[in-house]
């Protein structure tokens, strides 16, 4: 029976045909793969998100996220749909074998995350945040970090935000305004505002890493002043779980005085 998520002939079509993704099996990177694995994580993908995601998706929007003073509630078919995701290896499908990843081809594990998209956007919109969150700490991160963080995120034990979009600028960067002031002791303060926090809120992982871009005082103007942060504890008090897409909690963080740690935080520039 043909899915009613997404057309598999044309997946195979666009991967197989016109971008013979198998070739790539002749770089050193890819070559423990082959059409056959490539075949059967697409295979695994479509079970996981027809049996797991799309049942609940409209579910997700009868439901959505609430707040009530102390917690955020999401509907449980979703921690339990995460679980099934994160043991079947997805969440690191595009990443090294070092870090518990499948070390598939990029082309590969984006045609894979596309049948959770097309299942539940609310739901896979949690791990696209984490597999964000993990590849830039991959890319930038200290081995330190790497283990501290990437690790627990590939497992599903940690989930992942980016803290970019603040109340008076919205998403535009050069806008942003919440700081990031050097303490004597080496580390950084940050005091701002950051709001509409996908994912920023919830009891779906043992915890959730966020990352905070700021400015540095006397850094230059725009994006290129801005920096980022891992702060060293909570995004700042609970008091919302508003949608910042329906489907999916996001909230407003005061970052006043919250401490980063040179150690655990990787720094662009």
């Known amino acids: 029976m043909a899915s ?15 971008l013979d993704v198998e070739s790539l099996t002749a770089r050193p990177r890819f070559a423990d793969h082959s059409r056959e694995t490539f075949d059967a994580v697409l295979d695994l993908s479509e079970t996981i998100a027809a049996r797991h995601f799309a049942p609940h998706n409209k579910k997700n929007d009868t439901q959505e996220p609430r707040f009530d003073g102390e917690r955020v509630h999401i509907i449980p078919e979703v921690k339990e749909a995460l679980k099934v995701f994160a043991s079947a290896g997805l969440i690191g499908g595009g990443m090294d074998h070092e870090v518990g990843g499948m070390q598939l081809p990029s082309v590969v594990a984006n045609a894979c995350f596309a049948w959770f998209q097309a299942a539940n956007v609310g739901t896979a919109a949690y791990p696209f945040l984490t597999i964000g969150n993990a590849n830039l700490l991959l890319a930038h991160g200290t081995p330190g970090q790497i283990d501290t963080y990437v690790r627990p995120m590939v497992e599903g034990r940690f989930s992942g935000t980016m803290c970019l979009s603040e ?103």
């Open 167 to 269: 109340p008076q600028a919205g998403s535009s960067l050069a806008d942003v305004r919440t700081r990031a002031v050097q303490a004597d002791d080496g580390t950084y303060r940050l005091f701002g505002s950051k709001m509409w926090i996908s994912g920023g809120d919830h009891e779906l992982t043992e915890n959730i890493v966020h990352l905070v871009l700021a400015r540095i005082p006397g850094g230059p103007p725009g994006v290129k002043g801005l920096s980022l942060h891992r702060p060293q504890g909570p995004g700042g008090d609970r008091r919302d779980a508003r949608r910042a897409q329906r489907r999916r909690p996001g909230r407003p963080q005061s970052q006043d005085g919250i401490s980063r740690d040179d150690e655990h935080a990787a720094e662009l520039r």
């Open 4 to 18: 009613l998520l997404l057309s598999r002939r044309d997946l195979d079509f666009l991967l197989h045909e016109w």
